[in-house]
């Protein structure tokens, strides 16, 4: 849930991952519980994937 009221980002946890995300309106993504790079380069595919199916990605 988002309310910017409380706090200024979405937090957001995939499941299958130990990692969790900040996802803030500028853009910026705060990553933390990652282990390992390739733990890190995991979840952030899954978010990555999450975000494209909701129509959510905006490209440059």
Known sequence: MYVPEQFPAARYKPQGVNV???????GKIICAGAKSVEELV???DVLHEQLEE???LIHP
């Open 54 to 56: 909701q129509g959510l």
């Open 42 to 44: 995991e979840a952030v």
């Open 20 to 26: 969790s995300f900040l996802l803030y309106s500028s």
